[in-house]
């Protein structure tokens, strides 16, 4: 069974810096190229960017290309998504998936970015 | 960027009934490889959004027959007959032919 679990979330402070992590499981991670999207407050849906299977090609939705890095340890089957001065449109829910066809969801991560 | 419209918002229904949820995309969402990458994706409450069509009319694994899809171009409809308790939620439409892959804004399917 395909399982993608999210962490890394919570209440940071603007302008700070927050890492997520996704451990996947139930299929080989190293075969696949990955996706973080996000799902804002009022349930806009929104694509963060993807990474290659072998971690050596990123894509970013262009608004968040500066202040958001994506990578990936396919020894420990994890998925990464470095947040730096993030900003209160940040707040979100995250979730991590298979890229192809965005097939399988975790169960998200709260990231809420107040002072 | 392109832009994903969905219609109605919000969709009340009988149990046992049918509905059909309209997705236009701002631009055509044929790939150069022929292909159209085309998805629905139903999010329950409290859930994650999960698959339930891709390439606008392959039902992914484990997902009924009375979620169909269709469509061409920019214009594409998800078909749910046989209305059950288990398919209310928000419904997703989402391309992912052109980079940013973009979402439509969901319609929420609820009981009469």
């Known amino acids: 069974e395909v399982q993608l679990v999210e962490s890394g979330g919570g209440l940071v402070q603007p302008g700070a810096s927050l890492k997520l992590s996704c451990v996947a499981s139930?299929?080989?991670?190293?075969?696949?190229?990955m996706s973080w999207v996000r799902q804002t407050p009022g349930k806009t849906m929104e694509w963060i960017g993807d990474?290659?299977?072998?971690?050596?090609?990123?894509n970013y939705a262009p608004s968040l290309k500066n202040r958001f890095t994506i990578s990936r340890d396919n020894a420990k089957s994890t998925l990464y998504l470095q947040m730096s001065n993030v900003r209160s449109e940040d707040t979100a829910t995250y979730y991590c998936?298979?890229?192809?066809?965005?097939?399988?969801w975790g169960q998200g991560v709260m990231v809420t970015v107040s002072s | 960027d392109v832009v994903m419209t969905q219609t109605p918002v919000s969709l009340s229904v009988s149990l046992g009934g049918q509905v059909s949820i309209s997705c236009r995309s701002s631009?055509?969402?044929?790939?150069?490889?022929?292909?159209?990458?085309l998805s629905w994706y139903l999010q329950k409450p409290g859930q994650s959004p999960q698959l339930l069509i891709y390439?606008?009319?392959n039902r992914f694994s484990g997902i009924s027959d009375r979620f169909s899809g269709s469509g061409s171009g920019t214009d594409f409809t998800l078909k749910i007959s046989r209305v059950e308790p288990d398919d209310l939620g928000v419904y997703y439409c989402?391309?992912?032919?052109?980079?940013?892959?973009?979402f439509g804004g969901g319609t929420k399917l609820e009981l009469k």
């Open positions: 998936t298979r890229r192809v066809g965005l097939d399988y």
């Open positions: 139930g299929f080989t991670f190293s075969d696949y190229w």
């Open positions: 990474i290659k299977y072998d971690g050596s090609y990123t």
């Open positions: 631009q055509s969402l044929v790939h150069n490889n022929g292909n159209t990458y």
């Open positions: 390439k606008v009319s």
């Open positions: 989402g391309q992912g032919t052109q980079y940013p892959p973009t």
